[in-house]
């Protein structure tokens, strides 16, 4: 994740995402990017989705290293009126300034909101001192909204969610203008550096595509999975150029953290690498490999199994690993189909099905990811010896695997009893137990127990989750 330099497995935040009334968030004893970076003297601000938990005030962004902090808690909420639902009936506020609920501020598009914050920031801060803004859009997830005056260039197309998407699009790419402009008219602009990103693949349905790429967001597939980006800054010494270096998300806290003149060192738990030389001379990526994930509560493939994984890894279990050339994907790596762009009315229809996937009995896979970016030929039978050394990796990372962090939603985060807002519930001196509550699952695997009943409970909420109905 970004503000931590380690893998999903290091952190127990390798399944799903974290629910609005999970008492979880990114461990406490981590770190964080801004952390690091007011260590280095800079000012840090936040504005934007935060998404990392907020059961306890220790969690919020004010207290993980931003000294300012202004958007919203929750994964998702609309653009309007910042309301964020999670279920029929639980819904609440979630705009906050710092850590009080900014009450009125409703009615301008987040878009737009933020990035008039942003600009507020510059305005009045002074560019003498370092400064890290991190500014995370709402856009361009669901709800699709956008003001209607964005939506009027895109009325030809005749799919309505694409013609939505489009004009969200139009809106970020406006306020990425508005704060470059803001950098040079406020005398940050020579000495800075703008790391545009996104966090996951498209959602089809939703008006985003990844084609020609297999899969979507929530899968390990490349549409899920390879994220597309820029950097953009007078500092770089190559410009205009392409970079088919090997990236991971975990790269950026080394990275930036080494641009700011901060210190790293393997006490931080390191899986990411300082790629500025990469990404700014041209010279050869440090990284060789990526751990995708393994998620070890996602439900297991029916076909999968420890002989299938040559007895070195269960393929059963959810995983990716990239190493090279090489991707390998064992147990259900999600939604697999290659998805044409939606520009008809009547998307899907059927001459989608032309593109449906026919190995759904599978439970391993293995692609010249370099050569087939596209994932059509699996090349697992043909290469036997990349596949047991991929497995290796895979049961080499999974020993140093914490446990999943993922307790059950606690009521007490209803927003009706918290003043119809979105925020902390648990106080701060209350204890954890993720770690005991994953052991006594583990202990009754055997039985029709609550595990059991969980891997049915995340099939359902993972089908959710890729069909936006949450």
């Given at each position: 994740?970004?503000f931590?330099?380690?893998y ?6 390798q ?10 968030c990114?461990p406490?004893?981590q ?10 003297g800079?000012?840090t ?6 998404h990392?938990?907020f059961?306890k005030?220790?969690?919020l ?5 931003f ?8 994964g ?16 609440g506020?979630d705009?906050?300034?710092g850590e009080?609920?900014a ?12 990035t008039?914050r942003v600009?507020?920031i510059?305005?009045?801060?002074d ?5 890290f ?9 669901t ?5 209607k ?8 197309m ?5 013609r ?10 406006e ?7 803001a ?5 940050y ?9 996104t ?5 089809p349905?939703a008006g ?6 297999r899969?979507?967001?929530g899968?390990?597939w ?10 953009h800054?007078p500092?770089?010494r190559?410009r205009?150029k392409?970079?088919r ?18 210190n790293?060192s393997?006490s931080?738990?390191?899986d990411?690498?300082d790629?500025?030389?990469?990404i700014s001379?041209g ?5 060789r490999?990526i751990?995708?994930?393994i998620?070890?509560l ?37 939604y ?12 899907p ?7 449906r996937?026919?190995?759904i ?5 293995l692609?010249?990811i ?20 991929l497995?290796?990796?895979l049961a080499h990372?999974?020993?140093?695997a ?7 939603e606690?009521?007490?985060?209803n927003?009706?009893?918290n ?20 052991q006594k ?5 055997k ?14 909420l ?9």
């Open positions: 994740m970004l931590s330099p380690r999903q497995i290091h952190t127990g935040l399944h799903s995402i974290i629910r609005p009334r999970q008492p979880n990114l406490l004893d770190v964080t990017l801004p952390q690091k970076l007011q260590e280095a800079y000012a601000h936040m504005v934007g989705k935060w990392l938990g059961y005030k220790e969690c962004p004010t207290r993980r290293g000294d300012t902090y202004f958007g919203s808690l929750t998702s909420v609309d653009y309007y009126t910042y309301d964020s639902c999670d279920g029929p009936g639980l819904c506020y705009l906050h300034e009080t609920v009450w009125g501020r409703g009615g301008k598009y987040s878009t737009h909101l933020y008039q600009r507020k510059l305005a009045t801060h560019p003498r001192q370092p400064i803004i991190f500014l995370s859009f709402q856009a361009v997830h709800p699709l909204q956008s003001p005056e964005y939506i009027y260039q895109y009325r030809d005749g799919n309505v969610a694409r939505k998407y489009a004009a969200m699009v139009s809106v970020v790419d306020a990425v203008r508005n704060v470059t402009y950098l040079r008219k406020y005398g602009y020579q000495n800075s550096v703008i790391v545009f990103s966090d996951n693949g498209g959602q349905f985003g595509s990844n084609w020609p790429l899969g979507r967001k899968t390990y490349e549409g899920g999975i390879r994220g597309v980006g820029f950097v800054s500092l770089l190559r205009r392409v970079s270096a090997l990236v991971h998300i975990t790269d950026w806290y080394p990275t930036l953290v080494g641009l700011a003149g901060g790293v393997a931080d738990g390191l990411g690498y790629v500025w030389p990469a001379e010279k050869e990526s440090p990284r490999e751990l995708h994930n998620d070890p996602y439900n297991h493939a029916k076909h999968g199994s420890w002989q299938d994984g040559f007895r070195l890894w269960n393929t059963a279990v959810q995983a990716s690993i990239r190493s090279g050339d090489w991707k390998l994907l064992t147990g259900d790596p999600g697999g189909d290659w998805i044409p762009p939606q520009t008809l009315a009547d998307f229809g059927s001459w989608w099905n032309l593109e996937r026919t190995d009995r599978k439970s391993l896979w692609f010249n370099t050569g087939d970016p596209y994932e059509r030929y699996d090349l697992s039978s043909q290469r036997p010896d990349v596949v047991k050394e497995l290796a990796r990372y999974n020993r140093t914490i446990p999943v962090r993922y307790p059950a606690d009521p007490r985060a927003p009706e009893l003043g119809g807002a979105w925020g902390p519930w648990a106080g701060d001196d209350e204890e954890d137990s993720w770690d005991s509550v994953y699952k583990s202990k009754l695997k039985k029709k127990c609550k595990i059991c009943k969980l891997t049915s409970f995340f099939r359902k993972n089908t959710g989750i890729m069909s936006n109905k949450i």
